[in-house]
């Protein structure tokens, strides 16, 4: 099989022939249906800082993963051919792309403590979506945030995470105002339940925030939000535009801001998304490509010509 890799910072994915894997004990094929590229790729592929993540190289990347199990290793009785999975990226066995090969081949192996069974009325695209983005999300507004009904929240960045955390705090009950500079996304957060959207989180003086969930990290939006919280408001970061943003210690003190770090989530923040999935109440808006475009998405991705989640289906 071929298999898009990661070969060094700085270089284009190349196509590259791979063995197909083959189940150990305790471990899964997965013949990958569908799986996320996300903003996480692009900065393995460009950024140093990232290179010790990637335990080797050559590797595929893409570590938001949903298909059809193919192979079955010794031990294993909870999970069966065929059945339809998607593989949490948190868990001790370890992340595809990260410590194994991902989602940019056709196929991957991985333990059986990382498998969630997706639901019938959940297609894989939005089966591999829920994997990172909206374990992400999930995590960041319920497990981090503790929103709760009749919570002001601010949603910084709607793209795709930001629209499944405006989404989840609507549903919780909040009151989301969405702060989002690309005027085009501006009707898709009404549609997901925000109240107003603006392209700052400081053009809402008259709103009191209980949480501010930055979901762009681009430093002055951290920088933003620490300002523009209520007192003993709370502040979760979320993403990674910027590495380093500026801290107003005067803010954080004098409003007794809380501010935290949110990375990933648990089986239970991807099983919480796939029931909100199951019902309808949350289908996040995403971008589809073929395997073959895939060098080619992770570009648009990079610059930002991408709407919502960007997925590669097989």
């Not at 193919?70 to 792309?97: I, K, N």
């Not at 009950?173 to 549609?191: F, H, R, S, T």
């Not at 501010?212 to 990674?240: C, K, P, W």
Request: net charge negative; charged share 20%.
């Amino acid at each position: 099989m071929k298999s898009w890799k990661f070969v060094d910072t700085g270089k284009p994915l190349e196509l590259i022939e791979t063995p197909e894997p083959t189940a150990g004990p305790g471990e899964v094929v997965v013949d990958v249906k569908a799986a996320g590229i996300c903003h996480t790729d692009v900065g393995i592929m460009t950024d140093p800082g990232w290179r010790n993540n990637v335990v080797r190289v050559p590797l595929a990347l893409g570590h938001e993963n949903a298909g059809v199990i193919s192979d079955v290793g010794e031990g294993v009785t909870d999970f069966a051919l065929g059945d339809r999975v998607a593989v949490c990226p948190t868990t001790s066995a370890g992340c595809p792309g990260f410590t194994t090969d991902g989602g940019f081949g056709p196929k991957i192996v991985i333990g059986t403590e990382a498998l969630v069974r997706i639901p019938d009325e959940v297609d894989f695209v939005n089966g591999a979506a829920a994997t990172d983005a909206g374990m992400t999300s999930h995590s960041a507004v319920v497990t981090n945030g503790k929103v709760k009904k009749g919570d002001n929240v601010g949603i910084i960045g709607i793209g795709g995470l930001g629209q499944i955390g405006a989404r989840v705090a609507h549903l919780l009950g909040a009151n989301v105002y969405v702060a989002e500079i690309k005027e085009d996304v501006w009707p898709l957060a009404k549609e997901l339940g925000a109240v107003e959207v603006k392209k700052s989180i400081t053009e809402f003086p008259d709103v009191k925030f209980d949480v501010i969930v930055d979901f762009a990290g681009f430093g002055q939006t951290t920088t933003d939000a620490i300002n523009t919280v209520g007192q003993g408001g709370r502040v979760v970061l979320v993403g990674m535009g910027k590495l380093e943003f500026t801290v107003s210690t005067m803010a954080m003190i004098l409003h007794s801001v809380t501010l935290v770090g949110s990375n990933g989530g648990t089986k239970k923040d991807i099983e919480g998304v796939y029931e909100l999935m199951r019902t309808g109440d949350l289908d996040p808006v995403t971008t589809t490509v073929g395997f073959d475009e895939l060098p080619e998405a992770v570009k648009r991705l990079e610059d930002g010509d991408v709407k919502g989640r960007l997925i590669v289906t097989y």
